[in-house]
């Protein structure tokens, strides 16, 4: 998700009502709120949890709602603000990988935190995002094993990039039930959904969410394997137009999309010029023209 802010910049919770609203109505089956995109890094700690709170009650419990957590100089005050998290009404706190431990601490320190924080949070639903702020720690198959082996992890964002590992993180947790491993990555969008992914966590839900939704049903539907595969050449082939000065492209196109927020954001990105805009409304025209070869009935804008 991402958080709208006044030009101000203070946090907008009418826009953020509508972008909620906006993700609900192209058929979300979950929101993750309080992650990068919704500038997390940027947030106190009580904004942090006024967009959570705000984005649950405009759900209604109508879908699940996860949120990182564990923000804090240490374990013991990660496990407090996870309680807190959790404490709003999510379905799960997500832990990000690279606040655990510092980038040139081993997988040792890393994993003894870990066992720690989840000793320290009780029974508390957790998952991992592999965010690339403030660096990227990726997990491998064994670590995302041992960890959803606990029973306490039932959610994970990948971001490795990697299909062979994406199908070993698969295939090493597969006897979980309750745990879905969701790819982050828009170009491996088909084939992690066709190795058993439990759906999709990219950005281009940003943009377009109606479309990341008919992918996830349609991925694997053999009458629409034409238009899967013109879906994920689109996702493909403006990979950099949607990564480029974002979030800002990413407010920009909603502006587009007839969504009231604006703009303004706290992260420090590329600059949004007149070349960006051009390329998002490129991108816009573009999209338009899928869905009119798909014939498929989107939604608005």
């Known amino acids: 998700m991402l958080t709208p802010f006044k030009e101000d910049g203070k946090i907008d919770l009418d826009g953020l009502t509508r972008i909620t609203e906006f993700y609900l109505q192209a058929g979300a089956k979950g929101l993750f709120a309080n992650c990068q995109s919704s500038e997390m890094f940027k947030l106190s700690n009580e904004e942090r949890l006024l967009i959570i709170k705000h984005t649950l009650k405009v759900t209604n419990e109508k879908v699940p709602v996860v949120a990182v957590g564990n923000f804090g100089n240490t374990i013991h005050e990660q496990a407090d603000f996870i309680q807190k998290v959790y404490g709003t009404g999510v379905g799960a706190v997500i832990i990000v990988t690279s606040l655990i431990a510092m980038e040139h601490e081993s997988n040792e320190v890393f994993e003894k935190r870990i066992f720690e924080l989840l000793k320290l949070t009780g029974e508390i639903p957790l998952g991992f995002y592999e ?65 058993g992914a439990a759906g999709l966590s990219c950005i281009q839900g940003n943009f377009f969410p109606e479309l990341i939704v008919w992918l996830c049903d349609h991925f694997d539907d053999k009458n629409e394997s ?28 909603l502006q587009k999309r007839g969504i009231n927020i604006s703009t303004f954001t706290r992260t420090d990105t590329e600059t949004f010029t007149a070349a960006v805009r051009e390329r998002v409304d490129r991108l816009f025209q573009e999209y338009h023209l899928l869905k009119k070869d798909l014939a498929v009935n989107l939604i608005r804008n």
């Open 131 to 195: 965010c690339p702020e403030p660096y990227k720690r990726v997990l491998s198959a064994q670590q995302l094993q041992k960890f959803v082996a606990t029973g306490r992890v039932i959610y994970h964002k990948d971001t490795c990039l990697d299909i062979e590992l994406i199908k070993d993180k698969l295939k090493a947790t597969e006897n979980f039930p309750s745990f879905g491993l969701y790819d982050a990555y828009a170009a491996n969008a088909v084939s992690s959904l066709e190795a």
């Open 226 to 253: 034409e238009s899967v595969s013109k879906v994920q050449k689109f996702l493909t082939d403006h990979m950099e137009v949607i990564h480029y000065a974002y979030p800002t492209v990413a407010k920009y196109y």
